[in-house]
C-alpha cells in the first residue's frame, strides 16, 4: 500500500480540518493514522487513530479522543480524520499507514512504508 494524504492546513485553536488518506486496495486492510509532532523530527510518528478494514472498530488516542473521529469509504479506498477542538499540539505532519490497531497507540506499528504526510498547524 502506497497512501497519499491530503487535508493539512493552518487553522486556529478550536478549529476543524478533515484529513484524507487513499490508497489502491486500502479496503482490505486496518488503517492507521499518525502525527509527527515538530520537535521530534527523525523519530517515527505517534498513533493517532485507527480503523479495522470493515470500520467496526475504532481506537484513539488518549489526546485525542472526544475530538478526532475516523471513518473511512472502501469504495473511495480512503480512510478520513475529522478532528475537531484543535489544540496547538495537535500540530504536525499526518500520515496514514497499514496497522494493527491493537493494544495502546504508542505500540502502534506502521506494516508499510509512510508517505509524504500532510501538515496540520494550528496556532493563533
Known amino acids: 500500500l502506497e497512501f497519499v494524504e491530503s487535508g493539512g492546513a493552518l487553522t486556529q485553536p478550536g478549529g476543524s480540518l478533515r484529513l484524507s488518506c487513499t490508497a489502491f486496495?486500502?479496503?482490505?486492510?486496518?488503517v492507521g493514522w499518525f502525527r509527527q509532532p515538530p520537535q521530534r523530527p527523525g523519530i517515527d510518528p505517534d498513533g493517532?487513530?485507527?480503523?479495522?478494514?470493515?470500520?467496526?472498530?475504532?481506537n484513539y488516542a488518549p489526546s485525542v479522543k472526544g475530538r478526532f473521529i475516523i471513518s473511512r469509504d472502501n469504495a473511495k479506498d480512503t480512510v478520513y480524520l475529522e478532528m475537531n477542538g484543535l489544540k496547538p499540539e495537535d500540530t504536525g505532519v499526518y500520515y496514514c499507514a497499514q496497522t494493527a490497531c491493537a493494544g495502546r497507540p504508542s505500540a502502534w506499528v506502521s506494516f508499510t512504508p509512510w508517505g509524504q504526510g500532510t501538515q496540520a498547524t494550528v496556532s493563533s
Open positions: 493517532i487513530s485507527c480503523i479495522s478494514n470493515s470500520g467496526s472498530h475504532t
Open positions: 486496495g486500502a479496503a482490505g486492510y486496518t
